[in-house]
């Protein structure tokens, strides 16, 4: 079993950054590809990034690509988002996931077993 908790979000001005953390508990999340989804109000859950197992391989969706990185420390059994000039459409509850057999890259909401509890970020213009 692995359990996911995100921390990080919060209120924050057009432009500005936050950085989010998705804190795992599971010998086994090491070995688990990881990805970020974000859901506004009255919208479906959507892919924001995602992390391969081991670090090296990364995706995007095209709204977060040159903004926000993703990133993990594996001795610490922490994954990252690091958000960057944030604007108002990013405004969503954030939602870290463990997928234990893909590569990060899947957009599938399906794909992941593990999910946390989603953190608020708000972006006021």
């Known amino acids: 079993q692995v359990q996911l908790v995100e921390s990080g979000g919060g209120l924050v001005q057009a432009g500005g950054s936050l950085r989010l953390s998705c804190a795992a508990s599971?010998?086994?999340?090491?070995?688990?590809?990881v990805g970020w989804f974000r859901q506004a109000p009255g919208k479906e859950r959507e892919f924001v990034a995602g992390?391969?197992?081991?670090?090296?391989?990364?995706y995007y969706a095209d709204s977060a690509k040159g903004r926000f990185t993703i990133s993990r420390d594996i001795a610490k059994n922490t994954v990252y988002l690091q958000m960057n000039s944030l604007k108002p459409e990013d405004t969503a509850v954030y939602y870290c996931?463990?997928?234990?057999?893909?590569?990060?890259?899947?957009?599938?909401?399906?794909?992941?077993?593990?999910w946390g509890q989603g953190t608020q970020v708000t972006v006021s213009s």
């Open positions: 599971g010998r086994t999340f090491s070995s688990y590809a």
């Open positions: 992390i391969s197992w081991s670090g090296r391989s990364t």
């Open positions: 996931a463990a997928d234990p057999t893909g590569s990060g890259a899947s957009r599938q909401r399906g794909r992941y077993d593990y």
